[in-house]
């Protein structure tokens, strides 16, 4: 089997080479090039030591020397260079106590996660494959390198990483692999949230988000978002459901693209109705403060996995708004644009979307053809540039201060019930005519 390789890895591997160490690509970017998937990042595995990869190459960064890892930059490319290594005894399910470098590829080949991520190559050798990673990928199988419980015990992440490959493939876990990740999933507790997090949002912006579900009956989600499985357990016997309220948000997940702040609002935008289910005499489930209530569960939810300020605001603004069913007008798009901004209500529009087609079939046309018309109200008021914030209001402060407004708070006050005003009408954002409207107000805001 030959692999095209990238010019800067060649370069590395050549320059390794012809110093008589030696050198290959190695884990997941061989196993995506045998996939026929492009690699995102290609990494090096050799004999030489860092100090050694350090004196061959001239642009070189101290990416964890304790841990034999240089990155070395050819061009614009950045490689990470890492000797061959044997891990020591690990005491927190996610570091090595010691880390030992070796002259053996089988022994670094050995410490690795999945016998698809333990395949090297390069050349001259060709295609090494110790492990049966070759066999594991035709099979469309995810199997760790080993006893599953050793590798496991290594890194506890490594759980819910077998996981997350077998959504992005499309894999299913081999069973020995997939019995010790049921019996060590508790140990995810002491993998740090920012890390849980990447894997989180990866697997969930996969083409099959629907791998929440195994997350769910393996005992992951137990863990990492108990929330989830309240939800699993949430019944929905209600006309608008045909799902329990879990196995309408796996649904949902896969009604919207691969973005993640659809991704996660889609995971987070039910949150609350665990807490808000009722059920009335004739046996109908209600979850009414569901959407304010989700929005708070939301919150924490991603703060606890340490998600930026700019992803919980969206995220959280969309979940609030969810369930807000718009009567389809140009007022309502307006008011609606200067709540929420028009890339938000963009989104919003698909997420409204993709609860629906996760519902039952009941008056799921009506539900459908409201939001279309309320994605044509959206863009009609967008291409005429009607006014539905500050920035487009014909007055501005400058304006008013010429009136003889002093700076401060009341003109703010001014300029937002002008812009109320014009969100009834359009036709009225005229800067004499709102002057003229409004000049009690600015004559009282002079005083």
């Given amino acids: 089997m030959r692999i095209k390789l990238p010019a800067s890895v060649n370069a590395v591997l050549d320059g390794l080479h012809a110093h008589g160490y030696e050198a290959y ?16 990042d290609w990494d090096i595995t050799t004999s030489a030591t860092p100090w050694e990869v350090k004196e061959l190459f001239y642009r070189t960064v101290d990416t964890g020397l304790q841990h034999g890892t240089v990155t070395v ?33 089988q022994e670094d080949l050995k410490r690795r996660d999945f016998t698809i991520n333990a395949m090297a190559y390069n ?24 006893a599953p419980k050793e590798r496991f015990g290594e890194d506890a992440l490594r759980i819910f990483r077998a996981l997350r490959f077998a959504a992005q493939l499309g894999f299913t876990i081999e069973k020995d692999t997939l019995e010790a990740i049921r019996e060590l999933a508790p140990t995810l507790r002491q993998i740090s949230a920012e890390r849980i997090q990447v894997e989180l949002t990866k697997m969930l912006v996969s083409p099959r988000p629907e791998y929440m579900e195994a997350l769910y009956e393996t005992g992951i989600t137990a863990v990492i978002l108990p929330e989830f499985d309240a939800m699993m357990k949430c019944e929905q016997h209600n006309p608008h459901h045909c799902y329990t309220v879990g196995m309408h948000t796996i649904v949902a997940m896969s009604q919207v693209e691969p973005d993640k702040v659809l991704r996660f609002t889609m995971l987070l935008h039910d949150m609350g109705k665990p807490a808000c289910h009722t059920r009335s005499e004739d046996g109908i489930d209600h979850f009414k403060g569901h959407a304010v209530e ?50 938000l209500f963009e989104k919003l529009l698909l997420v409204q979307r993709a609860d629906t087609l996760a519902q039952s079939e009941w008056e799921r046309e009506q539900k459908l053809q409201r939001i279309k018309n309320m994605g044509v109200c959206l863009q009609k008021v967008l291409e005429e540039g009607q006014c539905f914030s500050l920035k487009e209001l014909a007055v501005t402060g400058q304006d008013l201060i010429a009136q003889g407004v002093a700076p401060g708070p009341k003109i703010g006050e001014v300029l937002q019930e002008m812009l109320m005003f014009v969100l009834e009408e359009p036709d009225r954002n005229q800067k004499e005519y709102l002057l003229q409207t409004f000049s009690e107000k600015i004559s009282a805001a002079k005083e």
Wanted: glycine residues 8%; charged residues 30%.
């Fill in 25 to 40: 690509a190695v884990g997941g970017c061989v196993r995506d090039a045998v996939l026929g998937r492009k690699p995102d």
């Fill in 294 to 343: 989700g929005t708070e569960t939301a919150r924490k939810i991603l703060r606890r996995l340490r998600f930026d300020n700019d992803t919980i605001h969206q995220v959280t603004t969309l979940v609030y708004w969810h369930d807000c069913r718009l009567e389809p007008s140009m007022k309502s798009a307006r008011c609606m644009l200067n709540r929420i901004g028009a890339e």
């Fill in 123 to 146: 050349q001259e050798s060709g295609l090494v494959d110790l492990y049966g990673g070759i066999s594991d990928l035709q099979r469309k199988t995810i199997r760790c390198v080993g």
């Fill in 73 to 105: 930059l050819i061009g614009d490319a950045a490689h990470e260079v890492t000797t061959y290594r044997i891990d020591g005894e690990y005491e927190d399910s996610r570091h090595p106590k010691e880390v030992t470098f070796t002259a053996s590829l």
